[in-house]
């Protein structure tokens, strides 16, 4: 190869040997090289004398060279003046490389073909990035269509769709051909998009390069479910926006589950609420039944002993001290009732002739302007329960009803089977599986409005004007039925009316309820009949030794259950009925009565509580074979149980 340079400047030859990244050499006008610059030798491994003279087919492949490539490529050249091409080539060393190729005739002044300039390129690690990214595209594109699970598709610039795949024709219910080109904005509630929520996607994609969000969207049939959103913003070379790539998947599941936890959290909260205050309630309601009943105990003897002294106004001040006592001894009997601290009866009853037993008792309560409808149910189950609380129960939520129809209007209690399947057991926790009656009080009335309603079972809690009401009503209706193994539910609207269900077990037992036909009076004993009396609080216990005596016993006393041993252990002491308060320091009640009986076997016991805990009163229940009398207890009633059990058969 012959170049001409200026004088002083280093000859062609010198600078394309100089040149390391490309192989420059010529070719005659049959292929052969005539010359081998130092980037030919680095690229392609032969020395000049190694390759000077041979034909540059030597540099293609097995399979170039049967498809004729190197005679195609020099023909293209010859014809058209130049071939480029990229392409496998071969190194001395026999291994391959992507090669960038161009070949350029070369023609004497009159046109003819002397040969061809010829420069290669090793362009192998491009090359491989491309295919790297090309594999890539291709592994991308196929786990895009294998995903089902979520929805990914792509935006253009203004939110069209541009790309859909299975898995967002599987959760949003489009085909391909019926999406692509519609705004992604199709996907929202109508309520997202009167607050303009697409908009704001794309805006803050486009600005901090992505947005998260969960929230409602819509599927082609029109049903909702709750979605995961990711939206990513796509740039070019340039950092131009030119789309998103978008991510969506369907969560409703996980935010049903979420949704009913935070139900059941709601619900163990208020549950531990009111489990809170009724131990604080119960302590309370024990400690005044102590005081009411030494208060009742000393008007009755007043009253008894004023008959025939003193004028009107003793006996008028004396009666409303009574019944002043008496209303408060109710409302602590409302406190137990709500703390599940009373002691229950219960029995089995038909509700069927209960409910309609009611309807005439409560329509003369009630009055004119409310009508009350009772409804039973053929095939109506049996439930276990005490008659008296239930009673109790029902007048509470009729006089409640009546409170919220002041207009007049309709009351409605109606019984009926249902079973609570495991759904209804995980949306309401304290309710177990299994097969209840429920008995519903419904009326027309006023309603409540929720914040009420959050607040209506909390005892002491009313919306009546003072005076009106102690707000232990529902209280009390929640406590009686918890303790019957129950559970009661609300739904009130403002307008609209309440309802109260009340479910209680179905019993399944074959025993029927006891009659009572027992009479207060006062039943006097013999002075040879002995009672232990054993309570803690001094005042109480000194008026019902008095009480005991007046009625013609023997009395002992004793401040403490170890005291109460201690005579139980001397022989020489008679002594036929043990009376104790369960609730006392060290060793309660129901201990010292079973401790007593080690003793004297055939020795027999009656209790009284202000309020049980758990030591009489099991799962709602009167232990089996227990003697109980709630404080405060009248005169008559004392009288009265001491006297059933002294003389009853023990044989």
């Not at 004398?49 to 190197?70: A, H, M, N, Q």
């Not at 291994?95 to 190729?101: I, N």
């Not at 006996?315 to 002691?343: I, M, W």
């Amino acid at each position: 190869m012959k170049t001409t340079a200026a004088p002083g400047s280093p000859s062609l030859e010198v600078l394309i040997n100089a040149i390391v990244d490309y192989a420059i050499f010529m070719l005659d006008a049959d292929g052969v090289v005539r010359s081998w610059n130092k980037g030919a030798e680095r690229l392609k491994g032969y020395a000049a004398d190694e390759i000077i003279g041979k034909s540059f087919s030597t540099f293609y492949t097995l399979e170039d060279r049967d498809r004729d490539l190197p005679r195609k490529a020099l023909a293209t050249a010859a014809a058209t003046g130049r071939f480029a091409s990229e392409g496998w080539r071969v190194r001395k060393d026999g291994s391959r490389f992507w090669a960038l190729v161009v070949l350029d005739a070369i023609r004497a002044e009159d046109g003819g073909l002397i040969g061809f300039a010829k420069v290669t390129r090793d362009i192998t690690e491009r090359q491989q990035a491309h295919n790297d990214l090309v594999e890539s595209e291709r592994r991308y594109r196929r786990l895009v269509e294998a995903v089902v699970d979520y929805a990914i598709f792509q935006l253009d610039s203004s939110g069209h769709v541009a790309t859909w795949n299975p898995g967002a024709e599987r959760i949003k219910g489009y085909r391909p051909e019926e999406i692509i080109g519609r705004h992604f904005s199709t996907f929202y509630t109508p309520e997202d998009l009167e607050k303009g929520v697409p908009k704001t996607a794309l805006a803050e994609a486009a600005e901090k390069g992505r947005f998260e969000a969960e929230g409602w969207r819509m599927r082609k049939d029109g049903t909702r479910f709750w979605a995961s959103v990711v939206i990513d913003r796509i740039t070019d070379e340039s950092d131009a926006i030119i789309g998103f790539a978008k991510v969506t998947r369907d969560l409703t599941e996980r935010k049903q589950a979420q949704d009913e936890l935070h139900r059941v959290q709601e619900q163990l909260a208020a549950s531990q609420k009111l489990e809170a205050i009724g131990q604080l309630s119960g302590g309370i309601a024990h400690d005044f039944n102590n005081l009411l009943m030494i208060v009742l105990g000393n008007l009755e003897n007043a009253e008894r002993n004023s008959r025939n002294i003193g004028g009107p106004n003793l006996h008028r001040a004396l009666a409303n001290a009574k019944r002043g006592a008496q209303r408060a001894a109710a409302l602590t009997s409302r406190l137990l009732a709500f703390s599940r601290r009373q002691a229950l009866d219960p029995k089995p009853i038909n509700l069927n002739s209960f409910v309609s037993g009611l309807q005439e008792f409560l329509q003369r309560t009630l009055g004119e302007r409310i009508e009350v409808q009772t409804v039973g149910g053929a095939g109506l189950w049996q439930i276990e329960a005490d008659l008296n609380h239930l009673e109790s129960t029902i007048v509470n939520l009729a006089i409640n009803a009546r409170d919220a129809m002041p207009n007049g209007g309709k009351l409605t209690i109606e019984a009926t089977n249902v079973s609570a399947d495991e759904d209804y057991s995980r949306a309401n926790p304290e309710l177990t599986v299994g097969q209840y009656v429920v008995i519903c009080v419904s009326d027309t009335g006023s309603g409540m409005a929720p914040e009420v309603l959050n607040h209506a079972f909390e005892p002491f809690f009313t919306t009546k004007d003072p005076g009106q009401g102690t707000g232990l009503g529902l209280s009390q209706v929640y406590g009686f039925v918890k303790q019957s193994g129950g559970h009661v539910k609300i739904y009130s609207e403002v307008g609209e009316g309440t309802t109260i269900k009340m479910y209680f077990p179905r019993y399944t037992g074959s025993a029927q309820p006891d009659s009572d036909d027992a009479r207060e009076f006062i039943s006097e004993g013999a002075s040879v009949e002995t009672i232990l009396v054993v309570e803690d609080d001094a005042d109480l216990r000194g008026y019902v030794s008095d009480v005991l005596r007046d009625l013609n016993y023997r009395v002992l006393s004793a401040g403490s259950a170890q005291a109460a041993l201690t005579i139980l252990l001397q022989e020489n002491q008679h002594v036929d009925l043990l009376l104790t308060d369960v609730v006392m320091p060290g060793i309660n009640g129901r201990e010292l009565g079973r401790r007593a009986q080690e003793i004297r076997p055939h020795l027999r016991i009656l209790y009284m509580t202000g309020y049980s805990r758990n030591a009489v009163v099991h799962h709602g229940r009167l232990d089996e074979g227990v003697d109980l009398l709630e404080k405060p207890v009248t005169q008559a009633r004392l009288a009265l149980k001491v006297r059933e059990i002294l003389d009853r058969n023990w044989s």
